[in-house]
Structure formats: structure tokens, C-alpha cells
């Protein structure tokens, strides 16, 4: 994957949040794997042995997106959550991501829709919000601590 690819895939991940406060980092609510398009979440994420990963053709399908305790994964990056803050339905998080070429802090900001819904919310961008479903497949259960990254 190029550098541009890279950055373009980063940008989409970059919502722009307000203050976070310092707390234990667990949002267990959002936990799970997500994706833009449920009807696709067997061809976003697969099975590698007994793990789940994200496909490398996940991107002809949907935005696939894991939620792990301390950590978030995209396709891309994978980010370890250094602080978290609950308010209510919204969840705001202060990360560390690498990609293969860079570090980057990060600032995610996540709205629970309902159990199997989520919104990541930019404030500055609203047009740039993103919802994804929570993905139920044959892999899914017990999977959550043996995320391939």
C-alpha cells in the first residue's frame, strides 16, 4: 500500500474531538467487529487459524473496523487506547495508531446507536461520519481475544 493510500485511509479514520479525560479504557459496549455493510461482514473479516482478521479484500465490500478492550484495528492501523471517556451514548478516545510506515495520536469519537449500531462521529466534519453495524458470523463469539493485527 502506498504512502498516499495510507494517509487517505488515516484521514477517514481522524475525528476531531473535545478534551478527553484520563480513565480506564474500557468501552465494553463497542467491543465486537463492525463494519459499514453487515450483509458483507463474512467477506470483511476472515478466519486465520483461530483468529479473525481483517480480509485483504475487505476494502471491495465495506469499512471493516474491530473494537478490542484496548485496542482498535482497521485495515490499515491499529490503534492502542490510551485514555477513554463515557458521556451517556458517546465514547471518546485518546489512541495511538501505527500503520507500517508512522505513529500517530489519534482522537476517536463514538456514538452508540443501539447495541448493534455505531456511529464515529467528527465534529468538525459531520459529513464525514461513519456508521457501522455490529457483525454476527460464525467466527465472532469468543473471537474478541485473538484478533489477528
Known sequence: MTKR?????????IPISSSLVVCPTHAAGLNGFWSTNISACDKIF???GVR???SKDSD????????????????TATCNIKHAKTNGQITHMDTVC???????????VFQMI??????????????LNVQYGRCF??????????ISR
Open 98 to 108: 501505527t500503520t507500517e510506515t508512522t505513529f500517530l495520536d489519534i482522537k476517536f
Open 137 to 146: 458470523t460464525k467466527q465472532t463469539p469468543s473471537a474478541l481475544n485473538s
Open 52 to 54: 479473525l482478521s481483517i
Open 5 to 13: 493510500a495510507i494517509r487517505a485511509s488515516l484521514l477517514i479514520l
Open 60 to 75: 471491495f465490500y465495506g469499512d471493516g473496523l474491530v473494537i478490542d478492550k484496548n485496542a482498535i484495528s482497521t485495515k
Open 114 to 127: 443501539d447495541d448493534n449500531a455505531i456511529l464515529r462521529v467528527n465534529s468538525e466534519l459531520p459529513e
Open 46 to 48: 476472515v478466519k486465520k
